[in-house]
């Protein structure tokens, strides 16, 4: 069951990202009709305020913890923390930013389009 989980986390978390990534696109390249295109405009907002919160709430968290603001137990890995810090929550962070640009911008293109129409 482990070894399965130990597969199955990575996948669906890979799989997220995937979707997030195209909807970013979709949002950058509108494909399809008015209709679908506010649902992708909501969902892109939602995972701007997701990722950006869940990115920044982690980096501050660990920054506080490698500056020993916040004491760790002996069993954290400053290595690994280190690593999440400086790379892979940061990377969540400014995921969660450049989707929030790209959904003010789709915004502020709507608006000069058509700005009697939402």
Excluded: C, E, K
């Amino acid at each position: 069951m482990t070894a399965l989980r130990s597969v199955r986390v990575p996948a669906v978390v890979a799989a997220a990202l995937a979707v997030g990534g195209v909807l970013v696109l979709l949002l950058a390249y509108p494909l399809s009709s008015d209709r679908w295109q506010r649902w992708v405009y909501r969902l892109d907002v939602v995972a701007s305020v997701v990722l950006t919160l869940y990115g920044a709430v982690l980096v501050v968290a660990g920054a506080l913890v490698l500056s020993d603001v916040i004491h760790p137990n002996a069993s954290t890995d400053l290595h690994a923390l280190r690593w999440h810090v400086g790379l892979w929550d940061a990377w969540f962070l400014a995921w969660g930013l450049a989707t929030g640009w790209t959904v003010v911008a789709y915004r502020r293109g709507q608006r000069t389009r058509s700005p009697t129409t939402h």
